[in-house]
């Protein structure tokens, strides 16, 4: 009977986790180049009373045994990279990836970071910079008497100068990809680190080595299904609720035991 009370609490505690996983995604529904995350639970330990298999007599043995479990956990948050929703900006400097890969930027601290995020600004002077005013790895700057910029499908950055029909290349894009991205470590500001799960990256030109190609213009969006994860809602809140109510029966059993005295 004690054994129902903390199995129903490891439940409750495994469906907060899994409530606050999906409350994550629905907050970065609008989130550039956001990718969802999921819950994975896995059972707790178990108190084996007979094992399976256990000899009765020379010629038999027990079939099932007796196995209970002690509750569940959340083991893992698994990042799922599907593609986001294409929205077209019209702005020269948002890119998004059609396909595998992440855009390099450079931390203050020299580390590189990867982002699916293809919101691009020009700093003060003149480089290409995240909306925090990362560098965009290889680093490429737009000459202060650019009247356009075009990016093609495979990175190659090109301006229009003043009195030039002929656009002049500014610099070239390059992508990483990873053998496991669910393994990235999630920094915030849409960035992501490279760690020993994910492996090391494979950095290339856009359309090769695997690598997506670049679209100008058009932003990715979150992969978040808000009917989706309002349905992970309601299932996450009747297993908390199921699990209130193991908590509860065995709390009223409990009360039935003790109430035998009189």
């Known amino acids: 009977m004690i054994r129902s009370l903390w199995s129903g609490a490891t439940g409750m505690i495994a469906q907060q986790t899994n409530l606050d996983v999906i409350s994550n995604n629905l907050a970065n529904v609008n989130t550039t180049g956001y990718k969802k995350t999921r819950a994975d639970f896995e059972d707790l330990l178990y108190q084996i009373d007979r094992e ?151 950095v290339a030109e856009p359309g090769q080595e695997g690598l997506g190609t670049t679209l100008q213009g058009v932003l990715e969006m979150s992969n978040v299904e808000v009917v989706e994860e309002m349905v992970n809602m309601i299932v996450a809140q009747r297993a908390y609720e199921a699990n209130s109510k193991t908590i509860q029966t065995a709390d009223d059993l409990l009360q039935m035991a003790n109430n035998l005295r009189r």
Request: aromatic share 4%; net charge negative; hydrophobic share 35%.
């Open 52 to 202: 399976p298999g256990a000899p009765v007599e020379p010629s038999s043995m027990v079939p099932t045994g007796i196995q209970v479990g002690l509750g569940t956990r959340v083991v893992g948050t698994n990042r799922l990279m599907s593609p986001g929703n294409q929205k077209v900006t019209g702005n020269q400097l948002d890119v998004s990836i059609e396909g595998d890969g992440f855009f390099q930027v450079q931390l203050p601290d020299g580390d590189i970071a990867y982002t699916r995020d293809g919101s691009w600004s020009i700093d003060g002077e003149g480089q290409i910079v995240t909306s925090n005013g990362y560098l965009l790895q290889p680093g490429i700057t737009v000459p202060e008497e650019a009247e356009e910029i075009t990016i093609s499908a495979t990175g190659d950055v090109s301006v229009l100068l003043p009195g030039d029909p002929e656009p002049q290349n500014i610099g070239q894009l390059e992508l990483a990809r990873f053998v496991n991205p669910g393994g990235l470590k999630a920094m915030g500001k849409n960035l992501f680190m490279e760690t020993p799960a994910s492996g090391e990256p494979l």
